[in-house]
């Protein structure tokens, strides 16, 4: 069992900047892939961004070049920095980790971006 846990949602301004956490414990050891994703009422939850365990990198082109998902192996930790947020960015935002058998989610953290 893997259990996640995001933190750092809010309201931020257009323009502003937001770094969300998650922090994971449990079987973390198993986890090969991690990532962000966020979901808005009535639409389908939609890939962020995701990190491989050997540091690879994929983000949605809607963010690219604004978020940047990162990880500290030793705090079991997975960032993602999000600057130059837009109004569309408004979503609940869930922590992802996937092993070989199974697929987890955290409980989601809300990034509202005011115009």
């Known amino acids: 069992q893997v259990q996640l846990v995001e933190s750092g949602g809010g309201l931020v301004q257009a323009g502003g900047s937001l770094r969300l956490s998650c922090a994971a414990s449990?079987?973390?050891?198993?986890?090969?892939?991690m990532g962000w994703y966020r979901q808005v009422p009535g639409k389908q939850r939609e890939l962020v961004a995701t990190i491989t365990s050997g540091g690879s990198t994929n983000y949605a082109d809607s963010v690219k070049g604004r978020f940047a998902i990162s990880r500290d192996s030793a705090k079991h930790t997975m960032y993602l920095q999000m600057n130059s947020l837009k109004p569309e960015d408004t979503a609940v935002y869930y922590c992802n980790a996937v092993t070989t058998l199974l697929r987890y989610w955290g409980q989601g953290t809300q990034v509202t971006v005011s115009s």
């Open positions: 449990g079987s973390i050891f198993g986890i090969n892939v």
